[in-house]
Each structure stands twice: as C-alpha cells, then as structure tokens.
C-alpha cells in the first residue's frame, strides 16, 4: 500500500469510489481538490482524502466614528464587493466564518444583504457560510 498525492489522473477513480458511496449530494470539481490517495500494490487507489479549498473570513471594522454607521455599511459593501471577486480569481468556492453572539445585528445584516447562510458552530457562536 502507497500514500502519494493526489493528481488530476485520479479523478476517473475517485469518481468511481464516490458514486459507490450511494451518497445522495452532486460531486464537486475534483480538479479544485487537494490531498492524497492510498493505492494498493496495483496502483489501484482504495481510499481519498480530499479537501476543497476555502477561506475563512475575517471581518474587522474600526467603532471609532471617523464615519457614519451608513457610510461604516456603504463602505463595507464596496470592499466586500472587491474581495470577492479576488477570491473567485484565485479559484475560492466558499468562504466560511464564525460570529460571536454579540454581533447578533451584524450578523443579520450579513444574511440578509451579503448571501451568507447558517452552518453549525462552536457553542454558542454561529457558523456561516457563502458559496461565491
């Protein structure tokens, strides 16, 4: 048995191994997957670790009042905006995020006007997600 790196040649296999699983959900872009494989000793692989890649964001604003609450959201849009599409050219799918309860506001805001979605989270902070 051989641990190696994964490579675009595997695809056709891990395809194979994933339609086996009976696993009802749509398969991502294997071309965008990092990891490794074990292969038997017919070169065969058995077994794939995968990992798609994502970010996690960040989001630091200065409270201070060198501006508005409405131009603070006008000019977070405006970067949101900017940051996204360089993710997008980097090849990022998804970017994830953690927000403490007390950014409870905030956080509806980033549902409501950004596209972020709830995912589970470490107690009692929320995980949210974005497919970009």
């Not at 065969?44 to 508005?68: F, G, H, Q």
């Not at 799918?93 to 403490?100: K, L, R, S, Y």
Request: glycine content about 8%.
């Amino acid at each position: 048995m051989k641990i190696r790196e994964f490579i675009n040649s595997d695809i056709p296999r891990v395809k194979e191994i994933f339609s086996e699983q009976g696993i009802e959900y749509e398969q991502p872009d294997w071309g965008k997957m990092v990891g490794g494989v074990l292969e038997d000793d017919n070169g065969v692989v058995r077994i794939a670790l995968l990992n798609r890649p994502t970010v996690e964001a960040y989001a630091l604003v200065d409270k201070s009042k060198w501006a508005a609450p409405g131009m603070k959201a006008t000019q977070f849009e405006r970067l949101d905006r900017v940051v996204i599409e360089q993710l997008k050219g980097l090849g990022y799918t998804d970017q994830h995020a953690w927000v403490p309860p007390v950014c409870a506001a905030f956080l509806r805001r980033l549902m409501r006007f950004f596209g972020w979605i709830k995912s589970a989270g470490p107690d009692n902070w929320t995980g949210i997600v974005r497919h970009i």
